[in-house]
Nanobody, 111 residues
Framework: QVQPVESGGGLVQAGGSLRLSCAASGRSTSTYSTSWFRQPPEKERIFVARIWSGGSTLYADSVKGRFTVSGDNAKNTVYLQMNNLKPEDTAVYYC?????WGRGTQVTVSS
C-alpha cells in the first residue's frame, strides 16, 4: 500500500504560483497513475489533474493552461505546478496514488 504525502501549500495572492508535491513510496512499481483532487470550502472533492506512469496527463477544464502535472520517477514524487492562481482555486488539495489518499495540503488564494 502506497503512502502519499502532499506538501507545498500556502497562502498566495491572485496571479501568483505554487508548486505542490506528492511523495509516494512505491509509485514506480505499484501505481499506474497519480491524480490530484481539490476540495473547496463547503464543497465536494473534485478532480484536478492526472498523470500516468508513461507521462500522459489529463486536466480539468477549470485548470487547463494554468496547472501542469509532472513526475520525477527517481524521487517517487509527482508535482502540480499552479500558475496564475485565482481565488476560486482555494481548496485543500489531495493526492491519490494507488487508491490511497494523502491528508491534503491547504492552498489559499487571496484577491
Amino acid at each position: 500500500q502506497v503512502q502519499p504525502v502532499e506538501s507545498g501549500g500556502g497562502l498566495v495572492q491572485a496571479g501568483g504560483s505554487l508548486r505542490l508535491s506528492c511523495a509516494a513510496s512505491g509509485r514506480s512499481t505499484s501505481t499506474y497513475s497519480t491524480s490530484w483532487f481539490r476540495q473547496p470550502p463547503e464543497k465536494e472533492r473534485i478532480f484536478v489533474a492526472r498523470i500516468w506512469s508513461g507521462g500522459s496527463t489529463l486536466y480539468a477544464d477549470s485548470v487547463k493552461g494554468r496547472f501542469t502535472v509532472s513526475g520525477d520517477n527517481a524521487k517517487n514524487t509527482v508535482y502540480l505546478q499552479m500558475n496564475n492562481l485565482k481565488p476560486e482555486d482555494t481548496a485543500v488539495y489531495y493526492c491519490q496514488v494507488g487508491g490511497s489518499w494523502g491528508r491534503g495540503t491547504q492552498v489559499t488564494v487571496s484577491s
